[in-house]
């Protein structure tokens, strides 16, 4: 046994430190990127935000809101071919999704068909809960191989060795975050994890040496949640429960007696999503998901507004012109949980 005595942190270990800027004003600040990728000349320019490709944020309904401020949605695996042909012609734009698939040779083909339907797609993210085994390092190069001049994501992963490995077997950008989501129960099932701030911070260092990118996964409760995210160095950061609850995200409305709405929202490993896809749990998985419901909170676009304003203002607290430059003139301070704490009663708008 071996115990690693490096403190690793979380977003609620950090905040931002504020700066003496010359920025005028929030509205100074850009937060659109220009990317270019290391294993293909492809480009790709926009808001580095991603919907999770789950089944309640992957969604058509949620891409169409979020092509719209130039943002990005990982669609989630269980579209048919036929759904994304009507969805092409329905005005989902392919410039701002990417097609998600497993790591068996049969999603691997549904992949195949998938691309097949239009040409402009660009990116593909291969998501696996585990992405440390062999076998996935192995789906990635064949990915790499049978699209070589596609954009490819790929995870997850939390440490360096394992961004650096897969970035070297052909992803462009690998997906960090083993434990940190909303709906995550991994790390009480299983107990495996790690701090989602020191995993981003890590992972960068790892892929940016390489030339490659990371997308922060799971764990931003708060748009300033993500600003400290891009802080820590991730390129992109993918979010699930801060796009759930909406009218365009998935999930079925509820209202309570005393009038109060609320939208269901679940892991994708949750008995709620296994039974609803698989028809079943696999004998030899336990659920490390959970199903929740989120306050009901209107429309998308109104929430995406925030996020951005909150990134916006992050930016402006440092004097970043750019979301690019938020690693540099970021200093973050250690603070204790109990200064984190927000003590509240329930919010008028909640
Ligand atoms: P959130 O933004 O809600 O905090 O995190 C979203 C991320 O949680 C997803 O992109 C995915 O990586 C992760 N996730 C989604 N469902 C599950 C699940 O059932 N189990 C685990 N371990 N992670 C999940």
Redesign the pocket.
């Known amino acids: 046994m071996r115990v690693e005595g490096e403190i690793k942190l979380a977003f609620d270990d950090v905040m931002i430190r504020p700066k003496r800027s010359t920025l005028v004003s929030r509205s100074d600040v850009s937060l659109i990127r220009d990317f270019s990728f290391k294993h293909t000349d492809r480009k790709w320019s926009g808001i580095p935000v991603a919907a999770?490709n789950?089944d309640t944020t992957g969604v058509f309904s949620v891409a169409t809101v979020l092509q719209d401020h130039g943002m990005l949605t990982c669609l989630q695996k269980f579209y048919s071919v036929k759904e994304l042909e009507d969805a092409w012609n329905k005005g989902v734009s392919p410039n701002n999704v990417a097609i998600t698939c497993g790591s068996t040779e049969e999603s691997l083909q549904l992949l195949k068909r998938k691309m097949a339907t239009n040409p402009d797609l660009q990116m593909i993210c291969i998501d696996v809960?585990n992405g440390y085994r062999e076998v996935f390092l192995d789906f990635v190069k064949v990915v790499r191989r049978d699209f070589p001049d596609k954009i490819v994501i790929a995870g997850?992963v939390a440490t360096n060795e394992m961004t650096e490995a897969l970035i070297l077997a052909g992803a462009d950008v690998v997906k960090v975050?083993i434990?940190?989501?909303?709906?995550?129960?991994?790390r009480k099932v299983a107990g495996v994890g790690y701090p989602q701030l020191s995993a981003i911070a890590e992972c960068a260092d790892a892929a940016h040496g390489l030339g490659g990118h990371v997308m922060a996964?799971?764990?931003?409760n708060s748009p300033g949640d993500i600003a400290k995210a891009f802080a820590a160095g991730a390129d992109f950061v993918?979010?699930?429960?801060?796009f759930a609850g909406h009218d365009e995200s998935g999930g079925e409305l509820m209202e309570t007696k005393d009038g109060r709405l609320f939208k269901s929202f679940h892991?994708?490993?949750?008995s709620t999503?296994m039974e609803r896809h698989y028809g079943e749990i696999a004998k030899h998985r336990a659920p490390?998901?959970k199903a929740v419901r989120v306050p009901y909170r209107g429309s998308l676009s109104t929430t995406v507004q925030s996020i951005l304003g909150g990134v916006r203002s992050s930016c402006s607290y440092v004097g970043a012109r750019r979301i690019k430059d938020l690693p540099k003139c970021t200093t973050f301070i250690r603070v204790t949980q109990t200064t984190n704490e927000v003590y509240r009663g329930l919010e008028l708008d909640e």
Do not use: I, K, Y
Request: a negative charge; one cysteine or more.
């Open positions: 999770a789950m809960a997850n975050g434990g940190p989501g909303s709906v995550c129960t991994t996964d799971g764990g931003c993918m979010l699930g429960g801060l892991g994708m490993s949750s999503a490390e998901g």
